[in-house]
């Protein structure tokens, strides 16, 4: 039996369906594994998923950095066993863990915190290979060393990070182009969305980024192009959204506007009601600044609400209005979770996704 994860693995799922997840993806890996590596593989995951916790929940800086070196070791311990691919480590939930959708790879990213300024990314790619062996690339976050993040085609080493929660697999003359859409909580005034497409060159290295792009140039939202990845900053916690609709087959995301007329300024970018996208055509995400024109819109059409706004640019008050009873309806007080009880927090926590990508 040949196991596919072509689904997004970082959703949080009911106990029911965990369970079965568990039973699902263990028996995926007994299949190809003896008891033996299926016992150390768990008794792996059972020992670092404390430190998993502690490296985002932990109250001193210095403790996340420590159980992030304990847990990244473990991480690389538990792939060394043979078929690991096919491991999916479902108690693990504060990191993202994505299947290529032809399962050729899977990539893990989570995120360290210093303090509210500083933010970093880690990962790896773990391919598949024929003898189930590890063939593993760490990812090394340099965004803190460039001032230009968009300007090149970057390899492992030099990888611009971001958490992600979806790949998207296109191809274009034969090649097959993996697109990454992540968050990067970025700093103490800004949160930032990526879009970055991963490729292997001839020597079967991963290559992120390209010129796959095509977007006005003058939006002062964007980052000025061209540009080898794509990037939207926008007011701290100001819930843009930003993925993959398959139902549209696009990438749909916020229109932004400056809630303080300082358009220049991204800290103060918001959603303004709207919404753009980017259509795959010709090897290029090319931009589509009325995605939904002649739309007729129900859950059947599109995964993103109903734009708010009419084609002359005029607020739909009926939209408005019925997108605001939607919202209360949605509105449920979460409950405070114990400081003293790191499960609690846990359960709430999905690694680079909400509900407003």
């Not at 303090?115 to 090394?140: C, E, H, V």
């Not at 859950?299 to 640019?313: R, V, W």
């Not at 939209?319 to 009880?341: A, M, R």
């Amino acid at each position: 039996m040949h196991c596919n994860f072509g689904t997004d693995n970082n959703c949080m799922m009911k106990p029911a369906l965990l369970v079965s997840a568990f039973l699902f993806s263990t028996s995926c890996f007994a299949q190809n594994n003896s008891d033996l590596e299926l016992k150390q593989m768990q008794s792996i995951e059972n020992r670092i998923r404390p430190f998993a916790d502690s490296m985002i929940f932990a109250q001193e800086w210095i403790d996340r950095f420590r159980a992030d070196s304990a847990f990244t070791r473990g991480l690389v311990q538990a792939l060394k066993t043979p078929k690991s691919f096919y491991y999916k480590f479902d108690s693990i939930k504060t990191i993202s863990k994505l299947y290529a959708p032809d399962s050729s790879f899977k990539i893990f990213t989570w995120q360290i915190m210093k303090d509210y300024s500083f933010y970093r990314q880690r990962g790896a790619i773990q391919m598949k290979t024929n003898d189930g062996s590890l063939k593993l690339f760490p990812l090394f976050d340099f965004s803190d060393f460039t001032t230009a993040p968009n300007d090149s085609v970057r390899d492992s080493r030099h990888w611009i990070g971001a958490i992600y929660y979806k790949i998207v697999l296109k191809t274009f003359a034969g090649k097959n182009y993996y697109t990454l859409i992540g968050s990067d909580e970025n700093d103490e005034r800004s949160d930032k969305k990526w879009i970055d497409v991963l490729w292997f060159d001839d020597n079967n290295q991963p290559q992120f980024g390209g010129k796959f792009f095509n977007y006005p140039p003058n939006d002062p939202t964007k980052p000025k192009g061209p540009v080898y990845r794509f990037c939207l900053e926008y007011k701290k916690d100001g819930g843009v959204r930003l993925n993959y609709d398959a139902r549209y087959d696009a990438i749909i995301f916020d229109h932004l506007t400056s809630e303080t007329d300082e358009i220049q300024n991204k800290a103060t970018l918001i959603p303004v009601g709207d919404f753009e996208a980017f259509k795959w055509i010709n090897g290029k995400w090319v931009f589509n600044d009325n995605p939904f024109k002649n739309v007729i819109f129900g859950d059947k059409q599109s995964t993103f609400p109903a734009p708010l706004f009419d084609e002359k640019g005029k607020i739909d008050e009926k939209k408005l209005s019925d997108q605001s009873k939607k919202n209360q309806q949605k509105t449920t007080i979460p409950p405070v979770p114990d400081p003293n009880k790191i499960n609690d927090k846990v359960n709430q926590y999905k690694p680079g996704e909400s509900s407003n990508n």
